[in-house]
Structure formats: structure tokens, C-alpha cells
């Protein structure tokens, strides 16, 4: 059974707990500001650069950095030490459990829903913000880890 699993995963994409932690921070930051850039141009679209604008990036944001501080932080918390435990020469795919996958794949899925339900670009726009922002600064914990792995 070794013989065939270790066939099986020779060709797996492998590098050091740096590297993971460092694409851990990439994808998050990557796809935090992705939510965040739709979600404030959805928006502008609704309000242009009035009030309703203003009031909407900063619901948004103060959402997201409490979803990040209640809710994220665990997470990255969770993944970050998930990394440090795995060590060096493990899969990079691997640095997120399946269960963090699958959770992704369900935000996916719920984002992909949210957009066709119809709902004022307002509301979406700032569920999208906040999400983006949360992860954003999610972010931060990878970044700080992979910063103490380097010695820096």
C-alpha cells in the first residue's frame, strides 16, 4: 500500500512551510482584494460617489475587520499552525485541509448564488467588501509567520 500511495503523490507540486505560509498570505490577500474591488464597485454603480457610497465602504469595512477579528483570525490561526506542523516537502495543495476546501468551494458556491439572486448592488457590494476585507487582513497572519520562518 505505501508502494502505490507514494506513486500516487510523487507528482504532487511540494515545497518548504515558507513557501506555504507565503502562498497562504498570496491567495488570501489575492482574493480579499478581489471581493473588495467588486464589492466597491458595485457600490459606486448603485450610489455613484455620494453619501450612500461613503456609507457603504465604511459599513463594508468596519463588517470586514470584524468578521477578520472574530471569525478569520481563527482560521488563519488554524491554517497557519496547520502549515508549521506539516513541515517541509509536503504538497502545496496540502497547506489547506479538506475541510478548508470544501468551506472555500461553499463560499464559492454561496458568492455565486448571492449574485444571482438578484439583490440590490448595494447589499451585494457590501457583503463583498467585507468579505475581501476580512481576508485581506487575514492575511496578515501568514505573512507574519512566513516573516519569523525567514528570520527577518
Do not use: Q
Amino acid at each position: 500500500m505505501d508502494d502505490i500511495r507514494s506513486e500516487r503523490t510523487s507528482w504532487a507540486p511540494r515545497s518548504d512551510a515558507t513557501t506555504n505560509l507565503f502562498l497562504a498570505g498570496v491567495i488570501w490577500v489575492a482574493v480579499g482584494c478581489g471581493l473588495a474591488m467588486a464589492g466597491t464597485r458595485w457600490l459606486f454603480e448603485d450610489f455613484g460617489l455620494g453619501l450612500g457610497f461613503a456609507l457603504g465602504v465604511v459599513l463594508g469595512s468596519l463588517l470586514g475587520a470584524l468578521k477578520f477579528r472574530f471569525v478569520l483570525t481563527k482560521t488563519a490561526h488554524r491554517v497557519r499552525d496547520r502549515i508549521n506542523a506539516r513541515g517541509d516537502g509536503k504538497c502545496v495543495g496540502g497547506m489547506f485541509s479538506w475541510g478548508t476546501w470544501g468551506f472555500i468551494g461553499g463560499m464559492m458556491l454561496l458568492g455565486n448564488i448571492l449574485r444571482r439572486l438578484s439583490l440590490p448592488l448595494y447589499l451585494l457590494g457590501a457583503v463583498y467588501l467585507a468579505v475581501g476585507v476580512a481576508l485581506a487582513a487575514g492575511s496578515s497572519i501568514y505573512f507574519g509567520a512566513w516573516r519569523d520562518r525567514r528570520g527577518s
